[in-house]
């Protein structure tokens, strides 16, 4: 799933707007309006503190100066949160009474809205949450035989704007919270059939736009009192933005997968905007000094377009690139929609771009289509009211490289 992008602006409309009828057929869930706010009347400000999202030292301050409790109420608080998923005060029972009735009275524990749930054929389940403004975002839920992976989005859009990606056709309109974070991984625990193992950060938005929110909610996910989840079990997609990337490399050990989809300049330019500010070269000198622990590697996520990257030629240009950076590839044949004009490749295609990777040594997978026929697979995220196909700019020929 790379997913990364959403939204219309935030207007203030009497009426929702209406979806274009065009794309009445685009599988299910496809007609929901994720950028726009509902047209509910507001609710009244709710000045209770919202526990959703703190971490267990905030919830242990919060404890003592708000509640006026010794720490360890802070740490009961977050086991009920993350661990048990509690939302009521009154199911917390190792807390008397009168405790609970004062968290009733200063503290809430929010829950994201289901808009919408989609189960795919294979298993996996396509959760469209509707957030406390009427904004929507999503995530997918992916059951495999020995782990349970969650795919989370981190903003409500995304400004990045890669071409081939449905989500961003609708922009950007704002961060998600550390609360609509994590809630995401709580609720969804609540739909599956054993324990979530690993989280991918691969959902709509940019996560290293929303840098803070996303180390400090992967850092609470990371507490064995709650979500109890390996930093070795949780990814990190970005697009490659240079000085957040090394900003996470000092302050989180979480596992890094990044967006290339070009093995020249030009080319990535071509389909990423983002080229044009920080240059594939410069992107993989700082993926050369990027601080692994021992044992990582960094995935380099490659979707493959059909007639754009997926000829050998480009693959031996990719692992010429890709020599003196400790990674993986993990390709990704393109999930057909609606909303671009990209095609997936053929197999036989797919089959020698990978085999031209691993001759050079290169450990390289391609990646499974997962929830394909709910609009749930890499890049489909996002298939709401859409502008039409954008036609490409015609690419800039580049000399033949083996």
């Known amino acids: 799933m790379s997913t990364a992008d959403d939204l219309l602006e935030e207007d203030e409309l009497d009426e929702t707007p209406e979806a274009d009828p065009a794309l ?26 919202e ?21 360890f109420r802070g740490k009961q608080l977050f086991k009920w949160i993350y661990q048990k998923r509690a939302d009521d005060f009154d199911a ?8 609970r009735a004062k968290l009733h009275g200063i503290a809430k524990i929010s829950r994201l809205a289901v ?23 999503e995530s997918v839920l992916i059951p495999e035989v020995k782990r349970m992976t969650l795919c989370i989005s981190s ?27 994590l809630g995401q991984v709580v609720q969804a625990q609540g739909y599956a059939d054993r324990r979530i193992t690993n989280i991918v950060l691969m959902g709509m938005g940019e996560p290293l736009l929303n840098l803070d929110n996303v180390i400090e909610t992967m850092d609470t996910a990371q507490n064995q009192s709650g ?13 490659g933005l240079i000085p957040q990337l090394e900003e996470l490399g000092r302050r989180s050990r979480i596992n890094l997968a990044v967006s290339l989809h070009g093995s020249t300049s030009a080319a990535r330019s071509a389909i990423m905007p983002i080229n044009d500010k920080y240059d594939i070269g410069e992107l993989i000198a700082a993926l050369k000094a990027y601080p692994l622990p021992n044992r990582k590697m960094i995935t380099i996520e490659y979707i493959l377009l059909r007639g754009i990257n ?14 003196g950076v400790r ?76």
């Open 24 to 49: 009445h057929d685009y599988v299910a869930g496809a007609l929901v309006q994720l950028g726009s706010p509902t047209s509910r009347p507001a609710a009244a400000p709710d000045p209770r503190v």
């Open 51 to 71: 526990l959703m999202g703190m971490s267990q030292a905030e919830l242990e301050e919060f404890a003592v100066h708000t509640l006026g409790e010794k720490s």
């Open 92 to 99: 917390m029972t190792d807390m008397s009474k009168a405790v």
């Open 115 to 137: 808009a919408e749930a989609h189960h795919s054929n294979d298993g996996t389940i396509k959760f469209l949450w509707e957030l406390h403004d009427g904004l929507k975002v």
């Open 155 to 181: 903003q409500v859009g995304c400004a990045m704007g890669c071409d081939f990606c449905v989500t961003a056709k609708g922009g950007f309109t704002r961060n998600l919270t550390k609360g609509e974070i």
């Open 227 to 239: 979500l109890g989840l390996s930093h070795r079990k949780i990814t990190l997609s970005t697009i």
């Open 310 to 323: 997926d000829d050998v030629r480009d693959a031996h240009r990719l692992a010429r690139l890709l020599r």
């Open 327 to 402: 990674a993986k590839v993990n390709l990704i044949p393109y999930n057909n929609n609606p909303f671009t004009e990209y095609q997936r490749p053929a197999d036989r295609d797919i089959l020698a771009y990978q085999e031209v990777l691993m001759s050079y040594g290169v450990h390289t997978v391609t990646r499974l289509n997962r929830g394909n026929d709910i609009a749930a697979a890499c890049g489909q995220l996002g298939g709401y009211k859409q502008q039409r196909p954008r036609t490409r700019a015609a690419e800039p020929e580049t000399q033949d490289e083996g």
